[in-house]
Antibody, heavy 119, light 110 residues
């Protein structure tokens, strides 16, 4: 059973870069069976797909965030990471890292990590 | 890309069946059989309920079923129970190799 755990600062200042890392256990991030993705949920609001990455390094981003997002994978550490630049208060959300099937389903979901953008 | 369209709320009495719609376009739901549904209880993480339009992950009750017609996907909950009260989100793969979510539907058990 795959388990994923987010790590990173819970507070980021406006205009800075939000950086989160997801550590995968119970399986290899180099598996051809999965994509690896980030989803966020602002407090009291709905889900927003941020982007996904395949172990080969191929990336897929939400067009509305593409100019600010970088997702990368580190197969040696079994981790993948999210960087979101020039953050504002609108980027305050619970951020989830997840494994994804080829058709875009996400499972399992962890508790996520709350990132607050504030000075 | 635009978000998929879901009704803000759907309600039903215990034992009844309800259906939540999820309307997209020919760029997403209309082209791919790659629609997923998630259930989220207050303060909890979402849970995958349906994937690839009709498939149920192991452990999900068979009271939950999915379907699709044209640009609209649907989630039906049969034999509605109090524990089904939650927010439900649909998601679809798109022709841009992106994913898009619906705005969510709050299910209330009367």
């Amino acid at each position: 059973q795959l388990q994923l755990q987010e790590s990173g600062p819970g507070l980021v200042k406006p205009s800075e870069t939000l950086s989160l890392t997801c550590t995968v256990s119970g399986g290899s991030i180099s598996s051809s069976s999965y994509y690896w993705g980030w989803i966020r949920q602002p407090p009291g609001k709905g889900l927003e797909w941020i982007g996904s990455i395949y172990y080969s390094g191929s990336t897929y981003y939400n067009p509305s965030l593409k100019s600010r997002v970088t997702i990368s994978v580190d197969t040696s550490k079994n981790q993948f990471s999210l960087k979101l630049s020039s953050v504002t208060a609108a980027d305050t959300a619970v951020y989830y890292c997840l494994s994804s099937g080829y058709s875009g389903w996400f499972d399992p979901w962890g508790q996520g990590t709350l990132v607050t953008v504030s000075s | 890309q635009s978000a998929l369209t879901q009704p803000a709320s759907v309600s039903g009495s215990p034992g009844q069946s309800i259906t939540i719609s999820c309307t997209g376009t020919s760029s997403d739901i209309g082209t791919y059989n790659y629609v997923s549904w998630y259930q989220q209880h207050p303060g909890k993480a979402p849970k995958l309920m349906i994937y690839d339009v009709t498939k149920r992950p192991s452990g999900v009750s068979n009271r939950f079923s999915g379907s699709k017609s044209g640009n609209t996907a649907s989630l039906t909950i049969s034999g509605l129970q109090a524990e089904d009260e939650a927010d439900y989100y649909c998601s679809s793969y798109t022709i841009s190799s992106a994913l898009v979510f619906g705005g969510g539907s709050k299910v209330t058990v009367l």
